[in-house]
């Protein structure tokens, strides 16, 4: 899977690890593993502050027994980007026009849990 670029901040986890609060990674020198497992047919949300002006690079990458999908949302609810694959690795870029509080969603569309790892971080 490899290690990628990320520094999570965890501030809370809700609902037994279904949900958790971080801050995007500034720092491309800090790297930690951000491993998060998600049940069979489950939907987990991680949260992201970000600020105008920034590119914000989130990597999904699973163990590659189920697929999972990747969706964005602003703080208002809209849809930003959705990742759809095949597979259970996704990538997406996203610029920020206004301070915001991202939700990254993932879905995992198989019937066995996955072992995933999310990196968030500006680029």
Known sequence: M?????????AATLLSGSVAFASVNTDPAVSAPNIYRISAYDV???YYDVRRGQRVKIELSGDTYTNLDLYIYD????LIDA????TDYEIS???V???TTLTVKVVNRGGDYNDYDLSVWVV
């Open 44 to 46: 987990r949300n991680h």
């Open 97 to 99: 026009f206004a301070d």
């Open 83 to 86: 990742k759809l694959g095949r």
């Open 93 to 95: 870029n996203i610029n």
């Open 75 to 78: 703080a208002n609810g809209y």
């Open 2 to 10: 490899g290690t990628f670029i990320a520094s999570f901040l965890i």
